[in-house]
């Protein structure tokens, strides 16, 4: 069974300064891999999927990459500003069935 | 209305109840899914539907009934839960089955 794994379980930085998070997993064997951010109480919104095939996505100030041979995935967050604190979260989906396997997150605040 | 949407936001009910939870996708996706998500724990998919055909129950307690009419609506029927089952409960939809996911906002149940 694929287990997803994010550390930190939680990130305090302040505004302007880059960070990276990382997500790991322990089946190769996947489909693609979906990060997501999440506000308190409220749902998901995704923010990049990364192919099985791809490197790397980006979007805006977001850069996430797909290492499929060891494991692991990292969001690259540039510039952050307090609007970015959130939930973040890695769901991966293996190569066959229809699961997805989602880590517990990394909660993010950005201090102004 | 856009993206994915979820009634109610939130549901108390006792034990004895029985209620239903609605989801509602406007992007023309062919399949959706029940997430449960508790404090501390990773998301655990619960039911897919591709095409309005069930192809994935995660070994879900048969008090949780899905039902889905046709591939724009997603039911959740609910009866004789527990206080365990008190959770954010969020649909989810995708074009296909592997594709990325978008999430709607989630119901807040609890069980008392």
């Known amino acids: 069974k694929q287990e997803v794994t994010q550390i930190p379980a939680a990130l305090s930085v302040p505004e302007g300064e880059n960070l990276v998070l990382n997500c790991s997993f322990t089946?190769?064997?996947?489909?693609?891999l979906q990060w997501f951010r999440q506000d308190p109480g409220k749902g998901l919104t995704s923010l990049l999927l990364i192919q099985s095939s791809q490197r790397e996505q980006t979007s805006g100030r977001l850069n996430a990459s797909l290492d499929k041979s060891s494991g692991r995935s990292t969001l690259y967050i540039a510039a952050s500003q307090p609007g970015d604190s959130a939930t973040y979260l890695c769901a991966v989906r293996p190569d066959t069935g229809n699961q997805f396997y989602f880590g517990t997150g990394t909660s993010l605040t950005v201090i102004p | 209305e856009t993206g994915v949407t979820q009634t109610p936001r939130h549901l108390v009910m006792g034990m004895t109840n029985k209620k239903s939870l609605k989801c509602e996708q406007h992007l023309g996706h062919n399949a959706m899914y029940w997430y449960k998500q508790s404090a501390k724990k990773p998301l655990e998919l619960m039911f897919v539907y591709s095409l309005e055909e069930r192809v994935e129950n995660n070994s879900v307690p048969s008090r949780f009934s899905p039902e889905c009419p046709n591939s724009s609506h997603l039911f959740l029927h609910l009866h004789t839960l527990q206080p365990e089952d008190s959770a954010l409960y969020l649909c989810a939809s995708s074009q296909g089955r592997g594709d990325e996911q978008y999430f709607g906002p989630g119901t807040r149940l609890t069980v008392t």
């Open positions: 089946d190769s064997a996947i489909y693609n």
